[in-house]
């Protein structure tokens, strides 16, 4: 009997609610003035600078100089930035935990700003139970390039075949693949469990 896969999980989107949104819809007074703000100035691609290992408070600066008029509400990316949690899947904290309880090794890799990702430890219990985890802001790259894929497997020993990786991004299921890795798009904690039982996985189905 082969052994069962082991789960990768990607954390925002699959675990956590995360949505700039959340936090711009409290900065402005109509949704339009938010949804600008977001396609505009602080944007994804912004977003994504943090991601691969900027600095905050450098980034929050420069971003400031470009467009000084916003320099509170670009701030509030950084001072405020847990308003842009909606909160906890907790349907995908169970679907870790019974994993767990079955002695299946978990483990993660996030497009995550590393002062973040330290910032939520003491908050988000379910980071610490994980084996392993592989963080874009402290590898300096980030998915869907296929280096980062190749990181995990490197660092924890672990053939790309023997994996199955969860993400809510498209582009970065794709990219999974391509390195050889099983991988699922998330969209529910409901279709994942099933995706999971499907695959072997011992859970309840």
């Known amino acids: 009997m082969s052994e069962p896969l ?9 675990f956590v609610d995360w949505d700039p949104m959340y936090l711009f819809r409290k900065l402005f007074a109509t949704e339009e003035e938010a949804r600008w703000f977001g396609d505009t100035i602080c944007t994804k691609d912004w977003n994504l600078e943090f991601d691969a ?48 309880e079955a002695e299946i090794p978990t483990f993660a ?46 660092r924890y020993g672990l053939a790309p075949e023997s994996c199955v990786f969860i993400d809510d991004n498209e582009a970065n299921v794709v990219s999974a693949r391509a390195v050889g890795m099983e991988a699922i798009h998330f969209s529910s904690p409901e279709a994942l469990r099933a995706e999971l039982v499907g695959l072997g996985l011992p859970l309840k189905s």
Not at 59 to 86: H, N, Q, S
């Open 6 to 14: 082991i789960p990768v999980f990607d954390l925002g989107g699959v």
């Open 109 to 154: 890799i996030t497009n995550f700003s590393w002062e973040k990702w330290v910032s939520v430890l003491d908050e988000w219990s379910f980071l610490e139970k994980f084996d392993g985890v592989v963080v874009s802001g402290l590898e300096k790259m980030v998915k869907p390039d296929p280096r980062i894929f190749r990181l995990f497997c490197d």
């Open 53 to 100: 290992g900027d600095i905050y408070a450098e980034g929050v600066a420069r971003l400031i100089t470009r467009f000084p008029r916003y320099w509170r509400e670009i701030g509030a990316y950084d001072t405020r930035w847990k308003e842009t949690i909606g909160g906890i899947f907790q349907g995908t904290v169970d679907i870790h935990n019974e994993l767990i």
